[in-house]
T-cell receptor
Framework: AQSVAQPEDQVNVAEGNPLTVKCTYS??????LFWYVQYPNRGLQFLLK??????LVKGSYGFEAEFNKSQTSFHLKKPSALVSDSALYFC????????????FGKGTRLSVIA | GAVVSQHPSWVICKSGTSVKIECRSL??????MFWYRQFPKQSLMLMAT?????????EQGVEKDKFLINHASLTLSTLTVTSAHPEDSSFYIC???????????FGAGTRLSVL
């Protein structure tokens, strides 16, 4: 069975500092990994994905994530946080392409303090 | 990215009534739509997967007679919560995708409050 772990419920970072939101996964096969962001009372917005190729993927709003197969991790990073980055971030995985459901982590709330 | 519209964004209803939520793909044909439920401060839980023209596939523990899903066209899926009760109050989110796509695009969600 697929699963995603986001070990931190909350991450606090000062504006301008680098941020990391952690994600590890467990799948029986090659993972398709995703990060989504959710603002209050809104749906999820796609940030970035890893399917194959370079382990470092770049996404929207200056975010990037690094796929680490040996550590089964896909941490989300940004070199310089903005207050507007404050939101709920979800990591998700599925094991194959096509129209298959995503399995989500429990989410990490990011607070960027001015 | 592709646009998914979900309506209504917020609905309040009396216990025992039925509520219909619409999910539309505005600029693409969605061969598959997913319905999720999100409780406060929790992750999204998949309720069902809906392929156009087919019956929805429900996750274990989700009552198909209570949560009726219809995906009659490539741009519209509906979720009807029948005989709603206060415990059905939640945030419902749909997503849509298309054959060959790796990304799901999400609607803005519907907050259901059952009094």
């Amino acid at each position: 069975a697929q699963s995603v772990a986001q070990p931190e419920d909350q991450v606090n970072v000062a504006e301008g500092n680098p941020l990391t939101v952690k994600c590890t996964y467990s799948v029986s096969g090659n993972p398709y990994l995703f990060w989504y962001v959710q603002y209050p009372n809104r749906g999820l917005q796609f940030l970035l994905k890893y399917i194959t190729g370079d382990n470092l993927v770049k996404g929207s709003y200056g975010f990037e994530a690094e796929f680490n197969k040996s550590q089964t991790s896909f941490h989300l990073k940004k070199p310089s946080a903005l207050v507007s980055d404050s939101a709920l971030y979800f990591c998700a995985v599925r094991v194959r392409s096509g129209n298959t459901p995503l399995v989500f982590g429990k989410g990490t709330r990011l607070s960027v303090i001015a | 990215g592709a646009v998914v519209s979900q309506h209504p964004s917020w609905v309040i209803c009396k216990s025992g009534t039925s509520v219909k939520i619409e999910c539309r793909s505005l600029d693409f044909q969605a061969t598959t739509m997913f319905w999720y439920r999100q409780f406060p401060k929790q992750s999204l839980m998949l309720m069902a997967t809906s392929n156009e023209g087919s019956k929805a596939t429900y996750e274990q523990g989700v009552e198909k007679d209570k949560f009726l899903i219809n995906h009659a066209s490539l741009t519209l899926s509906t979720l009807t919560v029948t005989s709603a009760h206060p415990e059905d109050s939640s945030f419902y989110i749909c997503s849509a995708s298309r054959s060959g796509w790796n990304i799901q695009y999400f609607g803005a969600g519907t907050r259901l409050s059952v009094l």
